[in-house]
């Protein structure tokens, strides 16, 4: 949603080609691209911090960080071999898998989905209950509106009780301000913008609070490549997972490391951005087993609801999608 207004100050692109950058190694390097699921703000700020401190570099990976144009995009790439690295939402990462994508999670940044819907009070909404018989805005192929029979079976409500009009994301916001749409589907990054704007008007719900809960974000490494290069992508996930415990401790430096190669981010709305988002980093696991882990469980619950709302073309074991090998047990995320 920020990509009209933020462009990278460094441009990050591959400069050699498929066959020689993107799987290939020298003596006591490894070329690595790294694409992410959008344009980079604060969740990025960990791996912008890990590049500027040399800690890639020391364990021999040359990381090449691109923007991204979406999870779908994101999972795509890194399933088909063009990225080993991505960033996806966990949940396009199951679809992309089921069909045909080649890919394998190996750390959760956010533990609970940061899916949530906005609406003004003063619309006569207090809850999802009031949702019948009004509006919301998004894009056609919003994750929210294609799970929306799950969240209203969930509520309680009727599944054609609302109308869906198309929304762009940057006109989100101004249309919820203007009156062309009663509610909207937004991420929870950004929830402290929207108590500026609208105030005590401003209602919320998240849609883990309400019992739908699917892993978010997520490092995703393509399969082929992790079964050649195991203690490469071991260095990786070392080094990424030392970079977010490092981060949650003192986001400071991150946020410089971050606003140094990318222009139009305002501070101050990356710390606000940034203490949410340790929020969604936090669940049981990430903070009893460690930073960035999956929970079982949990993986099963996921791949049922892509199961059931999405068309899988290839039904497959839920376990080849994610693994914990690659963690440090040592790094937990703090429980408060």
């Not at 070329?31 to 959008?38: C, K, Q």
């Not at 019948?132 to 509106?145: F, L, Q, T, V």
């Not at 198309?166 to 009156?179: E, F, M």
């Not at 074991?317 to 963690?327: I, M, Q, S």
Request: proline share 4%; aromatic share 10%.
């Amino acid at each position: 949603m920020l990509e009209t207004h933020m462009t990278f100050r460094r441009t990050f692109s591959l400069t050699t080609t498929l066959a020689t950058s993107l799987f290939s190694f020298g003596a006591q390097a490894a070329d690595i691209n790294m694409v992410l699921n959008w344009v980079p703000t604060a969740d990025h700020s960990p791996y912008f911090y890990a590049k500027s401190q040399g800690w890639y570099e020391e364990a021999g990976i040359n990381l090449t960080i691109e923007a991204g144009r979406g999870s779908g995009a994101a999972a795509q790439r890194v399933g088909a071999g063009m990225s080993q690295i991505g960033i996806a939402d966990m949940a396009t990462v199951l679809l992309s898998k089921g069909q045909g994508a080649d890919a394998v999670a190996i750390m959760a940044v956010y533990a609970n989905s940061p899916q949530g819907f906005y609406w003004l009070k003063s619309k006569g909404i207090e809850g999802p209950e009031d949702f019948p018989d009004h509006s919301i805005g998004n894009p056609p192929a919003d994750a929210s509106r294609i799970m929306w029979p799950l969240f209203a079976e969930t509520v309680g409500i009727a599944e054609d009780s609302v109308k869906f009009v198309n929304v762009s994301p940057q006109a989100k916001l101004t249309s919820l301000k203007s009156g062309a749409i009663d509610i909207t589907s937004d991420f929870y990054n950004e929830h402290d913008l929207k108590l500026r704007e609208f105030g005590d008007d401003l209602g919320f719900v998240a849609w883990r609070d309400i019992g739908i809960n699917p892993y978010g974000l997520s490092v995703v490494v393509n399969g082929d490549f992790l079964e050649g290069n195991k203690d490469v992508v071991a260095q990786f996930a070392a080094i990424t997972q030392r970079a977010f415990a490092a981060c949650v401790e003192d986001i400071d430096p991150c946020l410089e490391a971050l606003m140094a190669e990318v222009s139009g981010l305002d501070h101050d709305n990356q710390v606000d951005q940034w203490n949410r988002i340790k929020e969604l980093m936090a669940d049981e696991t990430t903070t009893t087993v460690a930073l960035g882990a999956f929970n079982d469980e949990r993986m099963k619950v996921d791949y049922q609801t892509v199961e059931t709302y999405f068309e899988l073309e290839q039904p497959f074991d839920v376990g080849t999608a994610y693994t914990n090998e690659f963690l440090d047990e040592s790094i937990k995320m703090p429980a408060d």
